[in-house]
């Protein structure tokens, strides 16, 4: 059983362009989540997503930012117009059902952007 | 506000040796989670302890959890140059989890 998915393992961008992020979850994993990491910090929740619904984004910024999840293929992070402030680590996690009491999330090996 | 905040935020101890790093919060939680982190690496899953759980264990691994104080710690026993890490606490809720700075430890051969 693979893990959590995610490509490209680095991303390069320049200033205005776009970057999409993809994220397989674990088989059978219907819950997604997208963190994101800033250097020497913890991660930050952006959006969980679940099969064709965003259920909650309140951590993601207002604007240039938007997640999906398709009926097939894998979650979607995409940035648009890039700045450099977006360069960090954007990681995905996964888990069977919503992580109420007992699910644990399990990580992707997360997308590094770097944008020029 | 995080909700994980650990302490002390780096450690530097001999192979051998334990290691202990300590995690706050500020809410009511579900649970509490562990997980490392290797320089580059996607992060780990360590162990959960729920709410209604004092202490658990896992290998090497010792966490309590003192919902009074809203605390909680990790400890690695017999520590080894691969336990070379950042560890992060992480509480549980409103379907996310909530992670604090974390943990550098740095096992020396």
């Known amino acids: 059983n693979a893990g959590v998915m995610q490509n490209p393992r680095h991303l390069v961008r320049r200033r205005g362009q776009e970057a999409r992020l993809r994220c397989s979850p674990m088989?059978?994993?219907?819950?997604v989540y997208w963190y994101r990491q800033l250097p020497e910090e913890g991660l930050k929740f952006m959006v969980y997503?679940?099969?064709?619904?965003?259920?909650?984004e309140s951590g993601m910024p207002k604007e240039r930012f938007s997640a999906e999840f398709p009926k097939e293929g894998p979650s979607i992070l995409r940035i648009q117009q890039v700045v450099r402030g977006d360069s960090a680590a954007y990681f995905c996690?996964?888990?069977?059902?919503?992580?109420?009491?007992?699910?644990?999330?399990?990580f992707g090996p997360g997308t590094r952007l770097t944008v020029l | 506000s995080q909700q994980g905040e650990e302490d002390p935020q780096a450690l530097s101890i001999q192979e051998g040796e334990n290691a202990t790093m300590n995690c706050s919060y500020k809410?009511?939680?579900?649970?509490l989670q562990w997980y490392r982190q290797n320089s580059g690496r996607g992060l780990v899953h360590l162990i959960l302890?729920?709410?209604?759980?004092r202490e658990k264990h896992s290998g090497r691994l010792r966490v309590t959890l003192d919902t009074s104080k809203k605390s909680s710690s990790l400890l690695i026993t017999a520590s080894r140059a691969a336990d070379t890490a950042s560890y992060f606490c992480?509480?549980?809720?409103?379907?996310?989890?909530?992670f604090g700075k974390g943990n550098q430890v740095v096992v020396i051969p």
């Open positions: 996690a996964s888990s069977p059902r919503a992580s109420g009491y007992t699910d644990t999330q399990y």
């Open positions: 088989k059978g994993h219907s819950h």
């Open positions: 997503l679940q099969k064709e619904n965003i259920i909650d």
């Open positions: 809410t009511s939680i579900n649970n």
């Open positions: 302890i729920r709410s209604n759980e």
């Open positions: 992480a509480t549980s809720g409103n379907n996310r989890l909530a």
